[in-house]
């Protein structure tokens, strides 16, 4: 199957659809939206979510993963949100 071509006239590397993955049609045209995790928790998110209950602060968590500290700390924010607590010793992070 081949897509057409993008709006400055190139076409998609290796003839794969843009919108693979997690993403869906929003209803307008050319407008999508990633669909999210609800209420569970990512994949890397778990990732960080395992080191950080080994006891590795968002600093190691972030040198371990190849993140940035910024976001170690968005994926614990997240996933604290998730299990609907306030600080990270409720959570046993």
């Known amino acids: 199957m081949s897509w057409p071509a993008l709006p400055d006239g190139s076409a998609h590397r290796g003839g794969r659809s843009p919108l693979s993955g997690r993403y869906r049609s929003a209803g307008r045209a ?3 939206v990633r669909e ?6 990512s994949s890397r998110g778990r990732d960080v979510a395992e080191l950080l209950a080994g006891g590795r602060t ?3 968590v972030a040198q371990a993963l190849f993140l940035s ?9 997240k996933i604290l949100r998730k299990l609907k607590v306030v600080a990270r010793r409720e959570a046993d992070l």
């Open 69 to 77: 500290c910024r976001t170690v700390q968005e994926h614990v924010s």
């Open 36 to 41: 999210g995790y609800g209420h569970e928790v």
């Open 30 to 32: 050319g407008v999508c």
């Open 58 to 60: 968002n600093r190691e």
